[in-house]
């Protein structure tokens, strides 16, 4: 008996290290930065006033104003540690909240919009726009997640493909899009129908309606631009064929792990298609990072970050776009030639 227990007890041990091991390497291994230092922009300084300024919060949290209107996409500040993720339960945290919108220096919301449903994107969105007085626009799953939080009705938007949605200056767009081909998406069911309350287990979010993002805006002088937020790396074949944008913020999450084709066909789906002169890359940073920490590339096997980076700006320099990367609260303006 005593000696069935030391076994069992070595192989408690064994296995537990082995997973912690398992975990740190698929999970929470880095890509190296430092290839890709020069291409880190902060253009904060250089905004005029009514010019569009795009600051950036991780993952594809960013805040996209021109001074009179702001609107955020995602607003997903918490950013829970891997082991609430994997074993337990997660929950918006109002505290990194308000500290997140406090260095984005912004009280007040017009939209916040989730790309989709999954709680790296749509779990703090309500409680932004309860805090901001936004309106929460998305899919059906984020509607969902809005009441769950208990956002009211007048403030959530469903909002459906192709329809225009205007704040100021800024006109909104949402094409139908698919997630990333990655491994927990399948785990995940598609859409909820109940509203979601959290507490709630992070695989509880659904993938939902993924969007392609496009926003315009026009200045005092009617000069109009615009940019598209495609949030994961997922497309439909030609529904951007018709669009085209002065910037891309470009989402390649998992996208260094796809196969060559898949990558090509993501690049001319969104970047080709749309025409962009500047692409940013978001999605690229281990969102299991607290914000207060500098970001950080997540580069295990689920998500090659150096691979999918060298081949975007392979594609670029050939298409001569320039790419521009941005740090946790760094400001870009996509519309500036
Ligand atoms: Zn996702």
Redesign the pocket.
Known sequence: MHRFLKITLILFVFLTIAGVGLIRFVLLAHADLKPYEHLFVDQADQAVPGEVRVTYAGVSTMLISDGTTNLMVDGFFTRPDILHVMFDKVSPNDRVIDRGLERLGVAELDAIFP??A?Y??AMDTPIVAAKTGAKMLGGKSAAMIARGAGLPEEQIVVVAQGEVHRFGAFDIRFIESV??P?A??NAMQPDIHEPLTPPAKAFAYP?GQ?WAIVIGHTDQDGMRHQMLVQ??AGFVEGALDDENVDAVFLGI?GLGSQPPLYQMNYWNETVSATDPQKVYPIHWDDFFIRLSEPLKASGGPLNKFSDGMDFLLAEAEAEGRTVHMMKAFATVLPFRQ
């Open positions: 790309v989709h999954h790296d994107h997630h990333a990655v927990t998406q993938t993924a949030g994961s999450g």
